[in-house]
């Protein structure tokens, strides 16, 4: 019974394997359907050198030039 068991587990997860590499996902496809999601006018409220200054948009410390 617990052989049954562990082959109905094995044979899930290869159909899922199969099904997930028929539809690769393109990360950078989700990551600009994110993007414009937000609101034009958000996004242009949205700091250019958010990267550089990270630190000075989360706690406050002095910006970098």
Avoid at 26 to 48: C, D, H, K, Y
Wanted: no cysteine.
């Amino acid at each position: 019974m617990e052989t049954k068991k562990i082959e109905k587990a094995v044979v899930r997860r290869k159909n899922s394997r199969e099904t997930a590499a028929e539809k690769p996902r393109n990360i950078w496809r989700e990551l600009s359907a994110i993007g414009t999601s937000i609101p034009v006018p958000q996004r242009r409220a949205l700091p250019r050198d958010g990267a550089r200054n990270l630190d000075h948009y989360l706690d406050g410390s002095p910006k970098e030039d």
